[in-house]
């Protein structure tokens, strides 16, 4: 499992238009290729009166499943420069679809190749490019006189606190990055000199843009 990868936050949709074609593209964040297909069939139903509906995706841990189709353009003009906007963005886990409806302009293969990018980047952008980030959820069960200390620290470092429960102890629960849990268990084991049980909750991906939490 990867630490960290990047794709979208979230469904994404935009449009343009060059020379009279308009542009309107689509992005979705997806885990199967079965995903990836639903959407795109979805876009075709929406669109069935459109002159073409491009597609790619990619999917994988190491970004092996690739697919496109020019659904009709020239060869090389639509769905490899769909394909290559994602991967120049590095990202995974994700299907484009660019509609187009002809406008009476040819574009030529260069202009279609333009078209179809800037469609498949507004299509990502407006998805938001985020980093998926592996965090495990910890526990974190302390008594009483040791809160204020510790609740102080977690914010102060910016740690992500998802929820606090009250019983006989302060039960606190956070999402940790994988790559940092262990220095995080030492530091709280030290500042509670061991007066403190810290259990493994769960792993989970939490979605991050320039080191913050996307919600």
């Known amino acids: 499992m990867d630490n960290i990868y990047r794709t979208i936050h979230r469904y994404g949709e935009d449009e343009i238009i060059i ?3 308009r542009f ?8 199967s290729e079965e995903e990836a297909l639903d959407f795109i069939e979805k876009i075709k139903t929406k669109h069935r009166d459109a002159t073409h509906n491009v597609y790619a995706y990619v999917l994988g841990k190491n970004s092996n499943i690739q697919r496109f189709s020019d ?5 090389g003009t639509a769905g490899i420069p769909t394909l290559e906007v994602i991967k120049k ?3 995974r886990n994700i299907v484009v679809v660019v509609t187009r409806y ?3 302009i040819k574009l030529g293969s260069g202009g279609l190749i333009r078209a179809y990018t800037r469609g498949a980047k507004i299509a990502l952008d407006s998805g938001i490019i985020i980093e998926k980030v592996l965090h495990h959820k ?8 040791l809160y204020g200390m510790i609740e102080n620290y977690l914010i102060t470092n910016g740690i992500l606190i998802e929820d606090i429960v009250y019983d006989d102890a302060v039960n606190i629960y956070v999402y940790i990055k994988f790559s940092e849990a262990d220095y995080f ?3 709280i084991t030290d500042l509670t000199s061991g007066d403190s049980s810290i259990e493994y909750i769960d792993e989970k991906y939490l979605s991050m843009k320039n080191n913050k939490l996307v919600k």
Not at 71 to 75: A, K, L, Q, V
């Open 19 to 21: 020379n009279k074609s």
């Open 185 to 187: 268990i030492k530091t």
């Open 138 to 145: 910890l526990k974190i069960r302390i008594n009483y006189t």
């Open 71 to 75: 659904d009709g353009e020239p060869s």
């Open 102 to 104: 002809f406008g009476g």
């Open 24 to 31: 309107i593209g689509y992005a979705m964040p997806i885990n």
């Open 89 to 91: 963005e590095d990202l």
